[in-house]
Each structure stands twice: as structure tokens, then as C-alpha cells.
Nanobody
Framework: VQLQAYGGGSVQAGGSLRLSCAAS????????MGWFRQAPGKEREFVAA????????YYADSVKGRFTISRDNAKSTVYLQMNSLKPEDTAVYYC???????????????WGQGTLVTVSS
């Protein structure tokens, strides 16, 4: 499956952005989906994940209550709604897909190219 993430940009602290990740090549509904981020000089970290059936979601503690992951299987797209953004949310955000497991680890089989989110104070 090919993943294309988009929707990043620059926003002031307290603002909102919605990231999208469009999938192509295989049945999107067969994949668990995740969002990760990587800030300069730091390791890539888990942000959120959603099961293929949309019944289960996971969030990193740092984004709980501010970010919401969702998916539209008919559009083969997963979203990350980010509210109350903070400067520490600045990072390149990546979407990922895995057909076998829903996980908070980086063990996803497929990755998108990333989209940059910059939050200024």
C-alpha cells in the first residue's frame, strides 16, 4: 500500500490543523493505521492509532484530549485532528499502516513520506 500524508503547515500555539493520509494500492479497510512524529534531533514517536474496524483507538499521553484520529474507509483516508497545538508538537508527522496488528510501536509495514507541522509560540 502507498501512503500520502498532507495537511501540515504553520500555526500559532492554540491553533488547529487536520492531517490526512490517503492510501492506495490495497484494501484500506484491511489495515490498522497509525500516526507518528519526529522532531529535530529526536526519535520518531507514537502519536495515535486506529484499528481497521474503527472500534479501537490509542493515543500518546502527550496528545490525549487534544488530538483525534479517525478514518474513512470509503475514502481510504485516515485523519489526525490536532487542536490546542503547542510548540512541542512541532515535528514531521508520518502515517503508517499494518495489516497484522494495532500497535504503539514503530513496527508498521508501510510508511508515508511525512508532512511538517510547525507550531509557533
Amino acid at each position: 500500500v502507498q501512503l500520502q500524508a498532507y495537511g501540515g503547515g504553520s500555526v500559532q500555539a492554540g491553533g488547529s490543523l487536520r492531517l490526512s493520509c490517503a492510501a492506495s494500492g490495497r484494501a484500506f479497510s484491511s489495515f490498522h493505521m497509525g500516526w507518528f512524529r519526529q522532531a529535530p534531533g529526536k526519535e520518531r514517536e507514537f502519536v495515535a492509532a486506529i484499528s481497521r474496524s474503527d472500534s479501537t483507538t490509542y493515543y500518546a499521553d502527550s496528545v490525549k484530549g487534544r488530538f483525534t484520529i479517525s478514518r474513512d474507509n470509503a475514502k481510504s483516508t485516515v485523519y489526525l485532528q490536532m487542536n490546542s497545538l503547542k510548540p512541542e508538537d512541532t515535528a514531521v508527522y508520518y502515517c503508517a499502516a499494518d495489516a497484522r496488528r494495532l500497535t504503539k510501536t514503530r513496527n508498521y509495514d508501510y510508511w508515508g513520506q511525512g508532512t511538517l507541522v510547525t507550531v509557533s509560540s
